[in-house]
């Protein structure tokens, strides 16, 4: 089992609407600060399987991480999703659930900016999380465009009708259903952003809906370095599931580069083959790396390149200023020098 990986206790079960739940969290105190979190991250669940013992699933939290004494994450049924259907139907009150750390690297790097923010069914849950940390804690305005299929469908809708009253100078909704005016394409969005299309923008909800959004705003001219997405994604690896050691350092030779890695207060030093990636390395050797989804979404597994020159197969989650500034994801990171030191230090 990761060592990452905690059992929780649930606090409380809240039907959103009939087709989502949230599910609220209570920690123990000696895990308080194994998961504080920033706004926009989530929690990797573990859900029994008869088939595999286990499948894992991300859900966002939708709290305000200074405010909030417990977690509260959030899962809608998908239409054959094992998962979601099996946590709707079997979590009660006084159930406990195993869950990796907070991860996750959707959200804004302060309260005081200004934000569009663009959601669509459950993709409400991360973006709730970041409305109600820059209203609690910032002077940031906020706009929410918010689609669903009709209101009765609308996750949060009671919360965002009474988080408009308590701010009604910094934070509107402007909601879009599908049954009043069809589903959304890039040229009805295009009014809509068109206001605020200066503003950092985050968008999170299904591939269609990200992809018509994303339209309307390159539309206006908004540079991809100003749109941040949280893509949700079924993982193909389950990493409640770690793998033993396999090998043992080794010597370096002209097949690998000697690296030094630096985790947790502890250095390693261990050759790293030219086609393996740094996260596969260091899983074999059984050095404890925080990890989610081996696909470079998540950027749980960021770390610094200090000497030598990595590269990445892929890289959908770190933005280009800091692969600039020499992070890079273990997952993806393949080596480029003989010799190479890393850390985990962020």
């Given at each position: 089992?990761?060592?990452?990986a ?14 989502a739940?949230?599910?609220v969290?209570?920690?123990a ?12 991250q989530?929690?990797?669940v ?5 088939q595999?013992?286990s ?19 959030t899962v809608k049924?998908?239409a054959?999703?094992?998962?979601s ?17 907070p ?21 409400i849950?991360?973006?709730?999380s970041i409305?109600k ?8 305005d906020?706009v ?10 609308t ?20 909601h879009w259903f ?6 959304p ?28 959004a ?7 001219g908004?540079p991809a370095?100003?749109?941040h997405?949280e ?23 002209a097949?690998?580069a ?17 086609q393996?990636?740094?996260l596969?390395?260091l ?14 979404i998540?950027?749980?597994c960021?770390?610094?390149v ?5 590269r ?6 770190l933005?280009?200023k800091?692969v ?7 997952c ?6 003989d010799e190479i030191?890393?850390?985990f230090?962020q």
């Open positions: 089992m990761n060592r990452r905690h059992d929780v206790r649930v606090y409380d079960v809240v039907q959103e609407t009939p087709e739940v949230s599910i969290l209570g920690l105190p000696e895990l308080r600060e194994r998961f504080a979190y920033t706004c926009g989530f929690l990797t573990r859900v029994p399987s008869e595999t013992g499948v894992a699933r991300c859900y966002s939290l939708s709290g305000n991480p200074h405010r909030d004494e417990v977690l509260t994450v049924r998908v054959g999703g094992y998962a259907n099996w946590l709707c139907d079997n979590i009660v009150p006084g159930s406990t659930l195993t869950v990796l750390e991860s996750g690297t959707f959200g804004p790097d302060g309260t005081n900016g200004d934000l569009l923010l663009l959601a669509a069914g459950s993709g849950t991360p973006v709730m409305i940390t820059v209203l609690a804690c910032g002077t940031g906020v929410l465009i918010y689609a669903n299929r009709d209101p009765e469908s996750i949060f809708a009671g919360q965002l009708e009474q988080l408009t009253r308590e701010h009604p100078d910094r934070f509107q909704v402007r599908e049954t009043d005016r069809g589903v394409d890039a040229a009805a969005f295009t009014p809509l952003v068109a206001p605020f299309a200066a503003r950092a923008t985050y968008l999170c909800g299904p591939a269609g809906f990200m992809a018509v994303a339209a309307a705003l390159a539309g206006l908004v370095s100003r749109m997405r893509e949700y994604r079924s993982l193909t690896e389950n990493p409640f599931e770690q793998p033993e050691p396999t090998s043992s350092p080794g010597s370096p030779g097949d690998g000697t690296l030094e890695v630096e985790i947790d207060g502890d250095r390693h030093t261990l050759t790293w083959p030219r393996e990636k740094l596969d390395v899983l074999e050797q059984g050095i404890d790396v925080p990890y989610v989804c081996r696909e470079s998540c950027g749980t960021v770390c610094s200090r000497k030598g020159r990595t990445m197969v892929l890289n959908d989650s933005p280009e800091d600039q500034q020499g992070l890079t994801l273990a993806q990171s393949l080596p480029e020098t030191f890393i850390a230090d």
